[in-house]
Structures are given as structure tokens and as C-alpha cells.
Nanobody, 122 residues
Framework: QVQLTESGGGLVQSGGSLRLSCVAS????????MGWYRQAPGKQRELVAS????????YVRESVKGRFTISRDGAENTVYLQMNSLKPEDTAVYYC???????????????WGQGTQVTVSS
């Protein structure tokens, strides 16, 4: 059974940093692509960044380029999202997902985490 568990969210001031973690069980990173999504109130869920099973960054959303970095630690079975220079518009629930990339921005997911809230105050 595949299980994804996020952590690391919280309340931070504008310009601050957070690192989100997603611990995966029941799957191998060498077989699945991973993604971080976010959903703000009243908005659709959007892909923030994705990482291929081959071990490289596939996509980073334009609005977070230069500020967010996705990475993984195979030994710990953990995917990270390092978020720097946070802005109020980054406020959202952030979700980790595992699946197969059909295109640069289309991750067909087989599993989702429960989400972690990130709130950036101005």
C-alpha cells in the first residue's frame, strides 16, 4: 500500500523559508515520478514542481522559479520542497503526489498525501 506523509508546513512571514518533506512508503522512487502541488482557497490545485524517477527536476512553476527547489533523498525515501523568499500568494495547502509524468505538467497520480498548510503573512 502506497502512503505519502507530508510535514513541514506552518506560518511564516513574507520573505521567510520553509522546507516541506514527503515521506513515501510502499513505493520505490526509481519507479515513480513525484510532484508537489498546492491549492489555495477558491482555486484549483496546481503543480508546483516535479521530479522524475530518473532523478532529475522535471518542472518548476514559473511563479516559484528561483525560490523553490524540489529534491529527493532515496535513502530516506523522502521528497523535499525547499521554499525560500516566500510571498503571501504562496499561501496554500501543499500536497505530495506519486505517479507517472505524461508530459511536463501532467502527472497522472496514483497516490496523494494528506496535505500540509503553508501560510505566509505580509
Amino acid at each position: 500500500q502506497v502512503q505519502l506523509t507530508e510535514s513541514g508546513g506552518g506560518l511564516v512571514q513574507s520573505g521567510g523559508s520553509l522546507r516541506l518533506s514527503c515521506v513515501a512508503s510502499g513505493l520505490s522512487f526509481s519507479q515513480y515520478d513525484m510532484g508537489w502541488y498546492r491549492q489555495a482557497p477558491g482555486k484549483q490545485r496546481e503543480l508546483v514542481a516535479s521530479f522524475t524517477s530518473g532523478g532529475s527536476t522535471n518542472y518548476v512553476r514559473e511563479s516559484v522559479k528561483g525560490r523553490f527547489t524540489i529534491s529527493r533523498d532515496g535513502a530516506e525515501n523522502t521528497v523535499y520542497l525547499q521554499m525560500n523568499s516566500l510571498k503571501p500568494e504562496d499561501t496554500a495547502v501543499y500536497y505530495c503526489s506519486a505517479g507517472r509524468l505524461q508530459s511536463t505538467t501532467n502527472l497522472v497520480s496514483i497516490a496523494w498525501g494528506q496535505g500540509t498548510q503553508v501560510t505566509v503573512s505580509s
